[in-house]
């Protein structure tokens, strides 16, 4: 069974550009979560898909990111404009339904803001 | 407060000997579960192992066992017979139900390091 799939999994860009992130779930979950891990910290969830519908996303800064999973598979979380402290890795993870199961991860995507 | 704390700055553990990490976790929610996730240096977050809050028994799977003390709020992973490839942060997580039983979200601890000596 295929994990979940993360690109790119590094990305360099100067402060105030944009930037995209894909992941691709494993094949037949449900839920989709973001979640944003700074160096030093644990994982810290952004926004968590139920099929294409949102189920939280309290802790998504909303006017720099947003996030889509517009046929309730595949998922992309944006940035713009790119700010210093948005240097972090982002983690993509799945999981079948919602309450009671597993979370499985994927490789991340590193991001590095000048 | 935390809802995880994991103070364990680093741990160093000889290869093939046993090891515990330390996690303590905060919440008045009576439905919870506790992760343990390792995460290597390549960054990928690789599950270990889940222990429920109703659940009896401590959780184990194969080298990893879950040291569940419920009134002590405390999830020690104890890791036996240690191998180099064990090296890694290892991070501890909670999930609180809800009276719903629908919230999914995991708090996850700083983590810990551990390093495994040949």
């Known amino acids: 069974e295929a994990g979940v799939a993360q690109s790119p999994r590094y990305k360099i860009i100067e402060k105030r550009q944009s930037v995209a992130f894909w992941c691709n779930p494993i094949?037949?979950?449900?839920?989709l979560y973001w979640y944003q891990q700074i160096l030093g910290q644990g994982p810290k969830l952004l926004i968590q898909?139920?099929?294409?519908?949102?189920?939280?996303d309290s802790q998504l800064p909303k006017d720099r990111f947003s996030a889509e999973r517009l046929k309730g598979v595949d998922s992309t979380l944006k940035i713009q404009p790119a700010k210093l402290e948005d240097s972090a890795v982002y983690l993509c993870?799945?999981?079948?339904?919602?309450?009671?199961?597993?979370?499985?991860f994927g490789p991340g995507t590193r991001l590095t803001v000048l | 407060a935390q809802k995880i704390t994991q103070t364990q700055p680093g741990m160093f553990v000889q290869e093939k000997e046993a090891v515990t990490l330390d996690c303590t976790y905060d919440?008045?929610?009576?439905?919870?579960?506790l992760f343990w996730y390792k995460q290597p240096s390549s960054g990928e977050m690789i599950f270990l192992i889940y222990q429920g809050s109703y659940d009896q028994q401590n959780a184990t799977e194969g080298r990893y066992s879950l040291n569940f003390q419920k009134a002590r709020k405390s999830a020690n992973l104890v890791i036996s017979a240690s191998q180099l490839g064990d090296s890694a942060m290892y991070f501890c997580a909670m999930r609180e139900l809800g009276f719903s039983g629908a919230n999914s979200k995991l708090t996850f601890g700083k983590g810990i390091t551990l390093s495994v000596r040949p």
């Open positions: 993870a799945s999981s079948f339904m919602t309450s009671g199961d597993t979370q499985y």
């Open positions: 919440t008045s929610d009576p439905s919870y579960g």
């Open positions: 094949s037949g979950h449900a839920t």
């Open positions: 898909f139920q099929n294409n519908g949102v189920v939280d």
